[in-house]
């Protein structure tokens, strides 16, 4: 049987790594290829990512623009559609954000309220308690006799 340590590279063959700092003869002694003086020949030396060799960099040079802090502020608000509730509820129960985070439909941290939306058709009498109602839902929940009450948090 085989082991790991006994595997080959037979793909290609094997490159001969040039050994630097062992003298003039090699090709790559004395300073070793780092130049000379300067952070670059210093051991432990790394360049920053956006350094520029002293020049000023480009994100200096380019304007600030905006209000970059806007996600930050932004409330998320959790949309579900009618038939998204006509699959998750029964007949007599009633849709808030409580019982919509005991099935796992939302997620306390996306809470910014709730949005009912038409999409899909509701046969089932459930009491409905959201943020807010689309106007094509709150038609087809008039329409079928549904209750429904806009909450405010």
Do not use: C, W
Not at 56 to 62: A, E, H, S, T, Y
């Amino acid at each position: 049987m085989i082991q790991l340590h006994q595997l080959e590279n037979t793909s290609r063959p094997k490159k001969k790594v040039q050994r630097i700092g062992r003298g003039v003869g090699s090709g790559r002694g004395k300073t070793a290829g780092r130049g000379h003086k300067g952070d670059g020949s210093r051991s432990g030396y790394r360049r920053r990512y956006e350094y520029e060799g002293g020049q000023v960099p480009l994100f200096k040079k380019l304007p600030s623009r905006g209000f970059t802090r806007g996600r930050y502020y932004q409330t998320i608000i959790a949309s579900i559609n009618l038939g998204d509730i006509d699959k998750l509820y029964n007949n007599g129960e009633v849709v808030n954000f409580s019982t919509l985070l005991e099935k796992g439909f939302v997620t306390k941290s996306r809470f910014g309220g709730i949005k009912v939306l038409s999409g899909g058709e509701l046969s089932k009498k459930v009491t409905i308690e959201a943020h807010s109602f689309s106007k094509e839902a709150k038609r087809k929940l008039e329409a079928s006799s549904i209750s429904h009450k806009v909450v405010v948090s």
